[in-house]
């Protein structure tokens, strides 16, 4: 496609859900990255992958969060037992390399009722 | 630890005014440099890049600048028009370690006719 794509677009979940939010980057992008935006804030690193490796996850707040890649394309982040704090919009990018120029997607708003 | 600042949180102004936001960042050892523009509930849109080597770029009314010694960004935005509008956000990746992007919480730009 044109750009990163990202579904569901908005997703209710009630707490203690189980989430699978995808992300699908611009062709032959390398570099992969997940942020977490909370109202008002800048977005906040989660994890990078760079081809099917995730190279980075130090951003993850929890062990609820796992986040995959396994052909290198699209990806998957999953919040396992969401909690409250878990509400904020998840944003996708993509770099044709590392370092490289962000392109980012329309993001996912979760929120945990 | 990499933190960005940006300067006014939020500005109003009337069309036709030419207008400076303000980036600082507390390491100088940036790779490159980035703008986006965020409108509510959508994704970041990239605006401009510039790398570490470079002292400015410029696309259309806009134009970049950037002073690593002095951990300093401007976004200079001519003619501001209503369809300006939108939250503008300033990111830098760290020459030291992979292509994650460190944000800062954006400045709030409202033009009104």
């Known amino acids: 496609g044109a750009g990163v794509s990202q579904s569901p677009r908005y997703k209710v979940a009630k707490r203690g859900q189980d989430v699978a939010l995808r992300c699908d980057p611009i062709s032959g992008h390398v570099s992969l990255f997940w942020y977490q935006q909370a109202l008002g804030q800048g977005p906040e690193f989660l994890t990078y992958f760079q081809n099917e490796a995730q190279l980075d996850k130090s951003g993850l707040p929890s062990d609820r969060f796992f986040a995959e890649r396994p052909e290198g394309s699209v990806s998957t982040l999953k919040i396992q037992r969401t909690q409250q704090e878990d509400s904020a919009v998840y944003l996708c990018?993509?770099?044709?390399?590392?370092?490289?120029?962000?392109?980012f997607g329309q993001g996912t708003r979760l929120t945990v009722v | 630890k990499q933190e960005v600042t940006q300067i006014p949180a939020a500005l109003s102004v009337p069309e036709g005014e030419n207008l400076v936001l303000n980036c600082s960042f507390t390491?100088?050892?940036?790779?490159?440099l980035q703008w986006f523009r965020q409108d509510p509930g959508k994704g970041l849109t990239s605006l401009l890049l510039i790398q570490s080597s470079q002292r400015e770029q410029t696309s259309g009314r806009l134009n970049a600048s950037l002073d690593k010694s002095s951990g300093r960004s401007t976004l200079y935005i001519a003619a501001s028009q209503p369809g300006d509008s939108a939250t503008y956000l300033c990111?830098?990746?760290?020459?030291?370690?992979?292509?994650?992007?460190?944000f800062g919480r954006g400045t709030q730009l409202t033009v009104w006719p």
């Open positions: 990018a993509s770099s044709p390399r590392d370092r490289g120029e962000s392109f």
């Open positions: 390491d100088s050892a940036i790779y490159n």
């Open positions: 990111a830098v990746i760290r020459g030291s370690t992979l292509g994650r992007l460190y």
